[in-house]
């Protein structure tokens, strides 16, 4: 399961799009490299 409390509101859309099939371990690194990858952006 993962924690949604302390993500920033605009990466829920992207975090709820991931395979909720997907170990929770992958898709918590998946939703670090898209914290790192906007925060870049910036």
Do not use: C, W
């Amino acid at each position: 399961m993962v924690d949604f409390s302390d993500m920033p509101k605009t990466l829920l859309p992207y975090a709820l799009s991931l395979n909720p099939g997907l170990p929770t371990h992958i898709q918590q690194a998946m939703i670090k490299q898209e914290v790192e990858r906007r925060s870049q952006q910036r």
